[in-house]
């Protein structure tokens, strides 16, 4: 049974770092091609894609966070990151990881999207 389990959630004033952590299970990480992302939500409005990274390396990022977020992966840990600076009060949101389908190569942000994790909150005050 896969599982995505996020953490790493809190409050910082604008301008601070955070770092988000998303442990998975139930698959071989580095096994096949797969890809991993995070997404963020704020009530009222639709989840938007932040970063994915595929099995190899390879990124995409919203527009809203290059420059500014960075998503790495350890294998050996089965644990997606996405590293949060410069943050701002629109970053403020409820973060998810996602996984999509084992096996198949990732399109970037537009998934499809088979499992997610259960949020975690980021709150950046000004």
């Known amino acids: 049974q896969v599982q995505l389990v996020a953490s790493g959630g809190g409050s910082v004033q604008a301008g601070g770092s955070m770092r988000l952590s998303c442990a998975t299970s139930?698959?071989?990480?580095?096994?096949?091609?797969?890809?991993v992302a995070w997404f963020r939500q704020v009530p009222g409005k639709e989840r938007e894609g932040v970063a994915v990274?595929?099995?190899?390396?390879?990124?995409t990022y919203a527009d809203s966070v290059k420059g500014r977020f960075t998503i790495s992966q350890d294998n050996a840990k089965n644990t997606l990151y996405l590293q949060m600076n410069s943050l701002k009060p629109e970053d403020t949101a409820t973060y998810y990881c996602?996984?999509?389908?084992?096996?198949?190569?990732?399109?970037?942000?537009?998934?499809?999207?088979?499992?997610w994790g259960q949020g975690t909150q980021v709150t950046v005050s000004s």
């Open positions: 139930g698959y071989t990480y580095s096994s096949r091609n797969r890809y």
């Open positions: 990274i595929d099995r190899d390396g390879g990124t």
């Open positions: 996602a996984l999509g389908p084992i096996g198949a190569r990732s399109r970037g942000l537009q998934g499809p999207w088979t499992y």
